[in-house]
């Protein structure tokens, strides 16, 4: 039996790919800091969860909690980074931007190095993490959510060069959404945005195929061609 660990399952792509994952027959430890949102999708199928409460930004037990869930698992093939934070920030107060670094770049940078750690010693595994079409440019409204984003997806750039180089069969992917309707994606200027059982369903597709980038949905890779190309006297108008 395949097992694995979704970070930032309590909620939105995270819980409904734990959801899938279990109907695939894994057994998921899904973690978070609302332990009662994790009980309840424990609840769906008991022996199918692990649960396990810790907030990716307690940066000196992140370590100590996934070796207990790897031991409570009896191993790990696949762990999931959806854990994230994104916050419009118009008045670039400090807290907000310090919260996203905190969790979308500490966090996971934490949790990352783990499961690489952990794969590079067992000989194989697959990382995933949830980036997103927001980390291709930079944004006014939330600078540092699409900073941190930018980072996540060089970040893993270079893990999958580091596997390749140790020709180690450690697989990467990067799982680049455009807006899926979830709790983060409220607010102006939202348009295209997947049901997020969708999304899940393209994302554990993209997992089965070991594919290094997926765009979600399968349109927003258009956006992102785009996206990319923009000259940036008009980026900055935007
Ligand atoms: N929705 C979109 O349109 C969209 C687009 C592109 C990328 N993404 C990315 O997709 C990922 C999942 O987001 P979502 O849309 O599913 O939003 P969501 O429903 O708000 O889920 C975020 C998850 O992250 C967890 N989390 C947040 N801060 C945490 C912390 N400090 N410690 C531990 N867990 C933490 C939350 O759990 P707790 O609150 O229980 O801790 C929750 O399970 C994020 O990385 C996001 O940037 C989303």
Not at 31 to 45: D, H, I, P, S
Not at 55 to 62: A, F, Q, R
Not at 141 to 153: E, L
Not at 167 to 196: C, E, H, L, N, S
């Amino acid at each position: 039996m395949k097992k694995a660990i979704v970070v930032g399952a309590t909620s939105g792509i995270g819980k409904s790919l734990a959801e899938i994952l279990v109907q695939q027959g894994y057994v998921v430890g899904i973690t978070g800091r609302r332990t009662a949102l994790l009980q309840e999708l424990k609840a769906q199928k008991p022996a199918a969860f692990q649960v396990r409460t810790f907030d990716v930004t307690d940066l000196n037990h992140i370590t100590q909690h996934l070796d207990a869930l790897a031991q409570e698992l009896g191993g790990v093939d696949l762990l999931v980074i959806s854990s994230g934070t994104g916050l419009l920030n118009l008045r670039l107060d400090f807290e907000p931007e310090q919260q996203t670094f905190e969790t979308n770049v500490s966090g996971f940078t934490c949790v990352a190095d783990w499961a690489f750690r952990y794969f590079e010693k067992q000989g194989f595994g697959h990382l995933v993490a949830i980036t997103s079409i927001a980390g291709l440019r930079g944004n006014g409204a939330a600078p540092a959510y699409n900073a941190s984003k930018a980072y996540q997806i060089n970040y893993l750039e270079g893990l999958r060069q580091k596997a390749r180089k140790q020709k180690k069969p450690v697989i990467i992917t990067d799982i680049r959404p455009g807006y899926v309707d979830t709790d983060m994606a409220k607010g102006p200027g939202i348009f295209w945005a997947a049901p997020v059982e969708k999304a899940a369903r393209q994302i554990f597709k993209a997992i089965q195929q070991e594919r290094k980038v997926a765009y979600i949905t399968k349109r927003w890779a258009l956006i992102a061609a785009v996206y990319k190309r923009l000259p940036r006297w008009l980026l900055e108008q935007m």
